[in-house]
């Protein structure tokens, strides 16, 4: 593996990379002395977001968990039978801050983290799941 | 008279259990029952016993249970909204139950959706 070794944060480079010598020798690039990046041929990159993309739903989750039920598929806050959607909900009408969540409903700060963060690549799927949720309570007469 | 309330798993705060004990209700919790992370059947069994009306925001699950086992002290629902900006606040949910008792409309063996309940 070759180093590229950035000095100055000013300075523009024109580099002349070789497509073929640069899948033989991946480039690593170092900012004060640390490994910041790697350069890799474009269709590597393009593999592994495809990689990525394919193994992003399975991401595990240190503070979620999934719990059995008919018809929900978005976790829930490990320890506690509330679902994110719950949580987030609850955050938006009272507006509280993470902290404040945090105290409030007697969670580490790092479950209410991790959820937001759940709740920013999953929205689509929690805000559905509210929709069905609203949808089966008017089937059995109870319109929201 | 007002109803002796416990707060679900999804909806136990110690923000809202103090606004409903500054309002005048005798409010329990899963924590205090030692119910923490248990599922929807274990509260409501325990309200259940314990004769107490349970305020949850698992609506679709505790009207499940609602149904299937109809004789309980009275569920108060709090849904999402379509609009997640007029979803509940805790001073609503407060609210809201204090409309419900002021109305002296039977709690046993009833399911309410509290969204309706805001005034």
């Known amino acids: ?144 | 008279m007002r109803p002796r309330l416990y707060l679900d798993d999804c909806i136990s705060s110690k923000r809202l259990r103090r606004m409903l004990v500054d309002a005048g209700y005798e409010v329990q919790t899963p924590a205090q029952a030692g119910l923490t992370g248990y599922d929807d059947l274990d509260h409501f069994q325990y309200a259940q016993q314990h004769g107490l009306t349970i305020v949850t925001k698992d609506a679709d699950d505790f009207e499940c249970l609602h149904q299937e086992h109809p004789r309980h002290n009275g569920i108060l629902a709090v849904c999402e909204e379509a609009d997640r900006s007029k979803n509940m606040s805790y001073a609503d949910i407060v609210h809201a139950i204090e409309n419900i008792v002021q109305a002296r409309v039977p709690l046993e063996g009833q399911f309410y959706i509290l969204n309706h309940w805001r005034w």
């Open chain 1, 1 to 144: 593996m070759k180093t590229l070794t950035l000095k100055e944060a000013q300075a523009s480079y024109t580099l002349t990379i070789d497509r073929d010598a640069l899948s033989q020798h991946l480039m690593l690039i170092r900012q004060n002395g640390q490994p910041v990046g790697v350069l890799v041929p474009f269709d590597e990159y393009q593999a592994f977001r495809a990689w990525q993309r394919k193994h992003g739903s399975e991401q595990t989750y240190r503070y979620l968990v999934a719990r059995p039920h008919p018809w929900r598929r978005q976790l829930y806050l490990k320890g506690r039978n509330m679902t994110v959607g719950q949580l987030i909900s609850t955050m938006q009408a009272n507006h509280l801050t993470p902290e404040e969540a945090a105290d409030d409903l007697e969670l580490p700060l790092e479950q209410v983290e991790e959820a937001l963060v759940y709740y920013r690549l999953h929205r689509d799927l929690i805000e559905s799941e509210a929709r069905e949720e609203a949808a089966r309570l008017a089937a059995k007469g109870y319109a929201v």
